[in-house]
């Protein structure tokens, strides 16, 4: 009984602190242009608040599983929520973008530990099919808190000021904290961490994102040498991981091909809907001219889907080629992308839910589901290590994409998010989404092919 108990506990903890991570993510969005109107400044420092947190997130996110086997699941999970906490709270005091832009780095690496340390709880306390349904829920929570992520802050932006849009789920997470002593004490397994990798990895992300960022208007040379910094970092990296006898993260498990179709093309739905859900606000803000929380609001016809669609894609699963699925909820989200070219200041909910529909089904199909089959593509004892890199790949390609949407906003609007030079770039955006969509469906069907020649099966059957 005591067991079940704990049990209980860690579902609670977990879930509750989990929900509020992506909602700083999509919810600083509508936060964004009352602080570029506070601290003034160029766009860039303003995407800081988002790219800052989201890449020290995607980046510790590697380096934390290994930390939490290494000093213990429970102490990790514990260190994040109080970053993430203190990160939300010293909100409340800064004066400056750069102080923000600091506590929202400080807040990412605490989100990184937090889903780190508990997932390896969950792990550790559940087992069979109660392990697969703690995990379904944790995927729908941390669905939910994408999806209503804008509409909550957008009602706290509107009430309290763009504060509270970040203080706010740092006190849920606080809250939690009351439930730590209760968690049982899973041990670390003394596994040495891999600080070279750790480090190599964390540097390449962050140079990227800044060459992303900074180069435009920065000049070509401090972009050129960024982005060669990055890919130098990033070859390293793969060099460092080849050669450990236990790695960061296996490099060796991209040469399963399925696997990387499936884990491109998760990535690939965040790198759609997330960007939009971090610019889409200060558009409908700026230029429709809603309020912070009414913009949320619209934001719903696109996120929604996203939760209620899951089931679906796992019926069409059971009776469709998997691939065909994958590449059928592509298509969907890429037209919704390309249907986002009719975005104007005259825009209302009627012109806006077909794209926002089409692209909120397409990652609302997959939702779970391409995380289950790409690591069915990879034997049971590697699945812990698939995961990590699963997840790692496509935080990762969310994080550029996000930085990528924001480098040409600055670049085409000079900086101001207003008026047609806002709609005309959105429109370049909105392009560039769908080319991206369609380059990766391409990717995934040949990637199909392959697969299906080696095994002498059709071609489109897994």
Not at 85 to 94: D, H, M, P, Y
Not at 157 to 185: E, I, K, N, Q, Y
Not at 257 to 262: D, G, K, L, P, T
Request: proline share 5%.
């Amino acid at each position: 009984m005591r067991q079940r108990q704990r049990g209980e506990f860690v579902l609670v903890a977990v879930l509750t602190s989990v929900f509020v991570l992506p909602l700083s993510i999509t919810g600083a969005s509508a936060a964004l242009p009352a602080i570029q109107a506070e601290f003034g400044g160029g766009l860039a420092g303003a995407q800081w608040v988002v790219n800052a947190y989201n890449a020290c997130f995607a980046a510790f996110l590697v380096s934390a599983g290994s930390i939490a086997d290494a000093v213990g699941r429970r102490r990790i999970y514990a260190v994040g929520i109080i970053l993430f906490c203190v990160s939300g709270l010293a909100s409340l005091l800064v004066q400056d973008i750069i102080a923000l832009v600091a506590v929202r780095a400080l807040g990412g690496a605490g989100a990184a530990a937090v889903v780190a340390g508990g997932a390896s709880m969950l792990t550790a306390v559940f087992e069979g099919p109660a392990r697969a349904r703690a995990f379904g829920l944790l995927g729908t929570v941390v669905g939910a808190g994408t999806a209503f992520g804008p509409a909550v802050a957008g009602v706290f932006v509107d009430t309290l000021g763009w504060r509270s849009a970040f203080a706010a789920p740092a006190v849920v997470a606080g809250a939690v904290l009351v439930l730590v002593p209760l968690l049982p004490a899973v041990r670390g397994t003394g596994r040495r961490v891999d600080v070279l990798g750790a480090v190599l990895f964390t540097g390449a992300l962050l140079t990227l994102i800044t060459a992303l960022v900074e180069g435009p208007g920065r000049g070509p040379v401090l972009m050129v040498g960024a982005l060669a910094a990055s890919g130098a970092l990033f070859c390293g990296f793969a060099l460092v991981e080849r050669g450990r006898p236990d790695p960061l993260v296996d490099v060796a498990i991209l040469a399963n091909r399925r696997f990387v179709a499936y884990a491109l093309a998760a990535a690939t739905f965040m790198a759609v809907l997330v960007p939009l859900l971090v610019y889409l606000p200060s558009y409908l803000v700026a230029v429709v001219g809603l309020g912070p929380g009414q913009a949320g609001l619209w934001l719903l016809m696109l996120t929604v889907p996203t939760l209620v669609l899951p089931t679906v894609g796992a019926e069409l699963a059971a009776r469709l080629p998997h691939t065909a699925v994958v590449v059928g909820a592509l298509s969907l989200c890429g037209a919704g992308a390309f249907g986002l070219t009719t975005l104007g200041a005259d825009a209302t909910p009627l012109r806006l839910i077909v794209p926002f529909l089409l692209v909120g089904a397409g990652a609302g199909l997959t939702n779970g589901l391409i995380d289950g089959l790409a690591l069915g593509t990879v034997p049971a004892e590697r699945a812990g290590t698939a995961a990590g890199v699963f997840n790692a790949s496509r935080l990762t390609l969310e994080t550029i994409s996000i930085a990528v949407v924001g480098a040409v906003l600055a670049v085409l609007t000079g900086g101001r998010l207003a008026g047609e030079g806002f709609t005309g770039a959105f429109h370049v955006v909105a392009l560039g989404l769908a080319g991206l969509v369609v380059l990766v469906i391409a990717v995934v069907v040949v990637l199909g092919r392959r697969v299906a020649e080696d095994e002498g099966s059709p071609a489109g059957v897994d």
